[in-house]
């Protein structure tokens, strides 16, 4: 006990903290806005052109850095809204279809524009993956590079037409860049306060762990949505302003080179950040006017770019400036849950009566993996099951979670129904799980994995989150708190700031527990949290998940560790071959002579 005591009371050797707090994750930005409101006093016109098209594409970029870093999602042919952006802009502005209009509301209309067509774009996202979805934006970018072509009463054709003229003072060099800039740093600071947010963390969980995702209530579609529509504005609005540099556009100026400047720049900064796309968007700009003569080759250079990311440096830009997780961890850890802190964190009452499975049948195909399946689970009650592999364990938790439909039986949760499928409305019901391999994060803390599991908790909405309105700021503030108390019940409490593919696997499993925890579960179901434990941790988990149910929460423990079974369920079913072989308390089992043949053994 004394090892125990001296390793956990030296968190700050064992785990890197916070440097200097939320401030500092702003210092680097600032620095990069100083120095940019110094150029006009040390660059001349040309340096003003550059510096202003670099703003315009990172205007863009930060919003394809929610699609592309942050959710996952292949958008490479984003240059298409940009070119919607800024034909829009230059057709109302020179009243092509309406009247004329000036030259900001025009640049309105072309973020509206854009974002309805960054929906559109994106809605294939919610079905296609990967490849597929890339090869949809291409697509879509090649349908508006023929429909500019086309459409010569309106756009101009090849010819082109002009982009809007801005009034003073941003109708001049210096004054464009202070216009350009200004709405940089303003989209910065919105995807800044989303990445941060609830949603943020929603979208790197559908990015890295989609089932925990799921598990935990986040709803892929209206997240997305939301994202689309923010980076679909977002690009409108370069493109408007893009079209107000150049003064006079062609469908030329929407190259296939130009959709891969963007998308490369965000993988070159790495995925869930803000600085490093920031740089890189930076890099890709300057890079053509340092090496002038590579022009040319310009895809050959991105390409290769690419190549070295994926070989080299993986993680990009925001892997190199993350100094804190190049600590080193010490080896000989020891979690010590404090089941103390779930009287706070559990603290809230549930009205309950448990989880009632009555007749439940599962086939896939001709082999039946759950046959007639009654279960009831009381709340403040452990109830195990057990049986040999392949027996149906944790197909009745998937059925339980809604990843499963069963063709006949029904299931209620606190007396109303609980209807099949459906797994991302679980969590809303109180039903929490772990799974059989931990479904973390881990390019995010610890910290920040547990508050995943409080993110439909919250209430502020996707423009209070983008806004850092004060409900926003408030659910932030109470996610945060429930998560350490979380992190402090299961023992995880000094990890909290390091990145959780760092942890050691016994670590993973408590992680899963704490958030799961966040919700203050009706029922919660572990899938082998022993698994790869051992027997002292195996010891500390059993009282934390006996504390757990003293709380109120049913727990429905599957496991392979019969000692542990034994030793903290109030009841117990065993299955075998998707049949329940027998029921009942521990005594009445270890005496049951068809379960020590099939599954206990002499």
Known sequence: ??????VQSAPSHDAPRASLGDFSKGLPFLAILALSMLLPLIGNDYWALIATRASIYWILVSGLNLIVGFAGQLAIGYVALFAVGAYTASVLAAGNVLPALPPFAALGAAGVVSAAMGVVVGLPALRLRTFYFAMTTLGFATIVTQVALGWQSVTGGGIG??????PAPFDTTWGLYG?????????????????????GRALVATRDADVAAEANGIAKPHLLIGVFLFAGAAAGVAGGLFASLQTYITPDAFTFDLSLLFFIAVLIGGRGSILGPLLGTLLLTLLPEMAAPLAAWSTFVYAALLLIIVLLMPGGIATLLDFDNRRVLSDNRVILPQPAALGQLLAAARPATGLEMEGVVLSFGGVTAIDGLDLSVQPGQVHGLIGPNGSGKTTTLNVISGYFRPQQGQMTLDGTNLPTGLPVLRAGRGVCRTFQTPRIIGAASVLQNVMVGGTITGRAGFLEAMLSLPRSLRDERAIRMRARLALQAVGLHALENVRADRLQHSELRFLEIAR????HPSLLLLDEPAAGLSAEEIKRLGALIKAISEHGVGVLLVEHHADLIFEICDQITVLNLGKVLARGTPAEIRMHKEVVSAYLGA
């Open 516 to 519: 799961g925890l966040m919700l």
């Open 179 to 199: 216009l350009c800039l200004g709405l940089a740093a303003l989209c910065t600071w919105m995807t800044a306060n989303l990445a941060y947010s609830r949603f």
């Open 161 to 166: 037409l002009s982009g809007p003229s801005l």
């Open 1 to 6: 006990m004394a090892m125990d005591e001296r």
